[in-house]
């Protein structure tokens, strides 16, 4: 089915590589404007000139989504360029491991910060926007299966995580006693091929030596927890966030949509 997406506009944070730049790609292929947004400029353009070059129709912000007046400018950009806004994908965020006993106070608040408060920032000035619309629109919170249960050195992602998890679901039942048409829901991703899991495990640039590649950790973490027995990719979430972006989930809100290959479900 193509054109699922037709004629909307789509805002992508953390649009530059890894889930959000499949989730841009995907929704710009099923016909929408997609507005990518990030602080790799360079990568970000990259983005928009994949998009452009299948076909799609597609411009990229740099964006800090932890900066209220970022938050505004950006609002701002799409209301006069498009004057509306349909899709919000809350996707930047950062992974910090390591024991609740060693994380500074600085790091447990920066990725409080990206992870909790972007989406908090992205829900508040978007909603005016989906709002100018008697469609409505869709917000789509990037959340983990961190969200849904603990994890023994992720106690600070999985507090921002977990915190996306039930704001999504108190901002659902707000918008829907508004009745404003906003529907609102999180996405749980699993063991997913993406840069994340570099500052996960703590390796540094590629090549650092110190850890074994990204691809055998998550290759070893799959085959031990994954009950299909096979990680995902981007393009695996990025059809999980269409369906909830499109009219085909028209009834769906406050709902947590794990994508995870069975992860979660021991």
């Not at 989906?130 to 023994?152: D, F």
């Amino acid at each position: 089915m193509a054109g699922r997406v037709e004629g909307k506009v789509a805002l992508v944070t953390g649009g530059a590589s890894g889930i959000g730049r499949g989730c841009a790609e995907r929704l710009a292929q099923e016909g929408a404007t997609v507005v990518v947004t990030d602080l790799q400029d360079d990568k970000g353009a990259q983005v928009v000139a994949a998009i452009e070059g299948m076909g799609g129709k597609a411009w990229h912000m740099h964006h800090d989504v932890t900066s209220e007046q970022a938050w505004i400018d950006v609002a701002a950009a799409i209301k006069a360029k498009h004057g509306r806004l349909d899709i919000l994908v809350n996707n930047a965020g950062i992974g910090i491991s390591g024991s609740v006993l060693d994380m500074t106070l600085s790091d447990f608040q920066r990725q409080t910060a990206i992870n909790l408060d972007g989406v908090f920032l992205g829900v508040k000035h978007s909603i005016p926007l989906m709002r100018a619309e008697p469609s409505g629109g869709s917000i789509i919170n990037m959340s983990s299966v961190a969200g849904l249960k603990g994890s023994a050195i992720l106690a600070g992602y999985c507090a921002t995580k977990g915190g996306v998890r039930l704001f999504t679901k108190s901002v659902a039942m707000e918008c829907a006693n508004a009745k404003d048409g906003i529907r609102v829901n999180s996405v749980h991703p699993g063991i997913i091929e993406t840069p994340i899991w570099d500052t996960i495990m703590g390796t540094g640039e590629p090549g650092d030596n110190a850890r074994p590649p990204r691809a055998q950790v998550l290759d070893a973490m799959t085959a031990e927890g994954v009950p299909l027995g096979k990680k995902g990719y981007p393009e695996d979430i990025a059809n999980g966030v269409l369906w909830l972006a499109s009219e085909e989930s028209r009834y769906v809100t406050g709902a947590e949509l794990v994508i995870d290959g069975g992860l979660t479900v021991k």
